[in-house]
């Protein structure tokens, strides 16, 4: 099998679950080194309290036919994010990729609820987890990444700029939040430039996560049986697609071309022709865009 990212070194934050996790095993699938943090251990749980841990996400890397690293970190702390730095750059010397991928938050957002009427301290954690985790990560990974040639930052978050950019997002501190996250790869695709370091910010499209999954009563063997109270999770996809998304961006010579763009995982997928687990590719942001918000039938044709 081809292994286009052996040698390479990469570090993707929130790798506990979800995306995070379906990256750091496409990574490892195209023979990357992968470290991935997260709160949740076997020997500890964040406040998510889900089962999943950095260890069994390290362990899939593994498997993939790379080599995962886990490192137990609270991007929230300078100094946790500071040792972790430290410690790539003396095992490994070198960092290639930084995939932020950290969110982290505690239940559902308070779904249309004004700024006013939301919980304030909910709110603020929130934007904690979901933009100030990015901004200390970026602060200590960046210098050891601009070593090397061709570095790739990835700002993870949910919706394409365009979608974004006329739709408010159900939520005061969601919507910012996540609004937040494309002007940090903004500013980066500005400061990065002259580092010959390419940026991008990529959306997955609706997540078949652990915890969407386990929500909607099914798994990933039978995720379509919630189809049927759930019309429209017919378009939704793995954490494996985006994590293929990824995985390509960083295989791709002329990465370049992306600087500064918002992109999804079905964009991505009509570029380099990788599909989702199943041989299909859902192309979620249009399909929202175009059948979803509008009001039609649930229908993926031409979608996926």
Excluded: C
Excluded at 30 to 50: F, I, L
């Amino acid at each position: 099998m081809s292994k286009p990212l052996a040698g390479k070194i990469a570090l993707v934050t929130g790798a506990t679950r979800a995306a995070g996790r379906g990256i750091a095993v496409e990574l490892g699938a195209a023979g990357a080194t992968v470290y991935v943090t997260g709160r949740t251990t076997r020997a500890a749980r964040s406040e998510m309290n889900r089962p999943e841990t950095i260890e069994e996400t390290a362990e899939l890397v593994d498997q993939a036919g790379g080599h995962g690293i886990a490192v137990p970190a609270d991007h929230l702390d300078p100094a946790q994010v500071e040792a972790l730095v430290a410690r790539i750059e003396r095992e490994q010397g070198a960092l290639h990729l930084l995939v932020n991928d950290i969110w982290g938050q505690h239940g559902e957002p308070e779904w249309d609820k004004t700024v006013w009427e939301s919980d304030l301290a909910g709110g603020l954690r929130l934007l904690e987890l979901g933009v100030n985790t990015h901004v200390i990560t970026n602060h200590y990974a960046l210098p050891l990444l601009i070593k090397s040639p061709g570095g790739l930052v990835i700002e993870m978050t949910d919706g394409t700029n365009d979608y974004n950019a006329e739709n408010y997002r159900v939520s005061f501190f969601y919507d910012v939040a996540k609004g937040a996250v494309s002007r940090i790869a903004f500013a980066l695709s500005h400061e990065l430039k002259k580092y010959d370091a390419t940026v991008v910010l990529l959306t997955p499209g609706w997540l078949r996560s652990e915890a969407m999954l386990e929500g909607f009563g099914v798994t990933e063997s039978n995720w379509q049986d919630a189809t049927e109270r759930i019309p429209h999770f017919a378009i939704s996809e793995s954490p494996s697609y985006v994590g293929r998304a990824v995985a390509a961006l960083a295989s791709d010579p002329e990465v370049a071309r992306w600087h500064g763009k918002s992109t999804s995982s079905g964009d991505l997928a009509k570029h380099y022709g990788f599909t989702d687990l199943d041989g299909s590719q859902p192309d979620a942001w249009r399909y929202i865009a175009e059948v979803e918000a509008p009001g039609k039938p649930a229908d993926t044709t031409g979608y996926r």
